[in-house]
């Protein structure tokens, strides 16, 4: 058994879960996206890699990703930054993803009573948030399309020292479930995290006990983790595998296919064939740390085939040649069957798909300097200070009596950068506009000749 089919039979419990929920759709050209939710979004990178394929994939369409999350955040606790961080936003579709820190911490193994009545509170709490938090996108955004992601894992069970915590992953299933029923009652897509990554984590540590899908925290997931995210949430919109298909016949000089391509120019040369090709979408570029799960998930199949197929041509291998570099070398077998281009690295399409991505990633890492600025205001209304007030926030930190760290440690660099937001703004709209002039498709000659 592959390990593809391995991790098919895995995921095949998860199946009946989407049994009742909406089913996804694409979203489309014109549409502003936000992700609201806790630190696993505000510096992850699943929904910067879902752009990635929109970019690609659909290089006609124009959609504006937003991230807002904040780190530390719940359900709850978004209400209070919800004006600034979403509904200014003007959202078209807002995806939805607590649970890390409304219900996990609730959770140990073997509960006595006041855990349980703990454990109660907390998934009524969740509940009661997470339907005021709806009610308010509802009302204030003008009835966005609503995403539920249930929240990541929690590793419990990775061989790791420190911060185990055993019962808590159980409590985010309890989480994920309450996801489900809000997405069902709500008629939202639900997008299931914490189903499919707990299994793969878990099948993977039978052969290796030290391994984890999750971050070294256990908690926050590192690229790999952030690129199976990517994965589920395009597959629970039903996002398309192809990127094209295209087919020709060596023999009578003709083009069999030519699904989202154009194909021109074709002729017969030295027993081979040359013609143009000319695609309406790139390959969807995985990062370079993912690899190694890109490899283990059903990516390829499922999210990126580009096809190339060469019929009627002699026994023999052939050396493939796009804008005059080579490409890869096919037995006339291969090139009949149809080889799969999106990941070779050698094709011009691999590499635009490539510099797009990272163009991306550099609007990300952009895009989170204000996410910082963001936590820092969540933080500071929290405690009654107002983060307009730069000296009312500068008194507060001095008078502090005793640090929580992580927050704390954002507000210098807030004090000296809130003012000049408006430059971030305008570096995340310049790079979004390069972003959309650089993913366009544009056309190569291919050829296929005999290897000698």
């Not at 879902?50 to 990703?65: A, H, K, M, Q, V």
């Not at 004006?83 to 078209?92: Q, R, S």
């Not at 966005?144 to 929240?151: C, M, Q, V």
């Not at 305008?426 to 959309?436: C, D, T, Y």
Request: charged share 25%; glycine share 10%.
């Amino acid at each position: 058994m592959t390990k593809r089919r391995a991790f098919s039979s895995v995921l095949a419990w998860a199946a009946f879960l989407l049994i009742g929920i909406a089913r996804g759709e694409m979203f489309k050209d014109g549409e502003t996206v936000c992700f609201l939710g806790d630190s696993i979004t505000h510096g992850g990178s699943f929904h910067s890699f879902i752009y990635d394929y929109y970019l690609t994939r659909f290089p006609e369409r124009t959609i504006r990703f937003v991230n807002a999350g904040v780190a530390g955040d719940t359900a709850g606790g978004s209400q209070r930054r919800l004006a600034e961080d979403v509904i200014t936003k003007k959202p078209t579709s807002v995806a939805v993803m607590f649970g890390m820190n409304d219900l996990g911490g609730n959770y140990v193994a073997n509960p006595e009573e006041k855990h349980k009545l703990a454990q109660q509170r907390a998934r009524d709490g969740f509940v009661k948030n997470m339907d005021m938090l709806v009610g308010r996108i509802r009302r204030e955004a003008g009835e966005p399309k609503l995403l539920f992601i249930t929240p990541s894992p929690f590793d419990q069970t990775v061989v790791k020292a420190g911060n185990q915590q055993p019962g808590r992953n159980d409590g985010l299933g309890l989480g994920a479930a309450l996801v489900r029923e809000l997405a069902l009652k709500n008629g939202g897509t639900v997008v299931d995290f914490h189903g499919p990554m707990t299994a793969f984590n878990l099948e993977q540590q039978k052969k290796d006990p030290a391994y984890t899908i999750v971050g070294q925290d256990r908690v926050h997931p590192g690229v790999p983790g952030h690129l199976m995210m990517a994965w589920l949430f395009l597959k629970a919109q039903g996002a398309p595998a192809l990127v094209s298909r295209v087919a020709v016949d060596a023999r009578t000089g003709s083009v069999a296919e030519s699904t989202n391509a154009e194909v021109t120019g074709l002729m017969l040369k030295e027993g081979g064939v040359t013609f143009t090709v000319l695609e309406k979408a790139l390959p969807f570029p995985v990062a370079p740390a993912a690899q190694t799960i890109a490899g283990q998930l059903p990516i390829e199949k499922e999210l990126n085939q580009e096809i190339l197929s060469v019929s009627g041509l002699a026994a023999g291998t052939y050396e493939l040649r796009i804008d005059g570099a080579a490409a890869g070398r096919y037995t006339a077998e291969e090139l009949a069957r149809g080889v799969n281009l999106a990941f070779n690295r050698a094709t011009p399409q691999f590499k635009q798909a490539q510099a797009v991505a990272k163009l991306n990633e550099t609007r990300r890492v952009t895009e989170t300097t204000l996410r910082n600025y963001a936590t820092v205001r969540w933080y500071l209304k929290g405690r009654q200070v107002n983060p307009d007030d730069l000296e009312a926030v500068r008194e507060y930190v001095k008078t502090r009596k005793q640090s929580t760290g992580y927050y704390e440690e954002k507000v210098p660099a807030y004090l000296e950068g809130w003012n000049g937001r408006e430059a971030i703004l305008k570096k995340i709209a310049a790079l979004e506009q390069e972003l959309f002039a650089v993913r366009k498709p544009v056309p190569h000659a291919y050829a296929v000749q005999p290897f000698k």
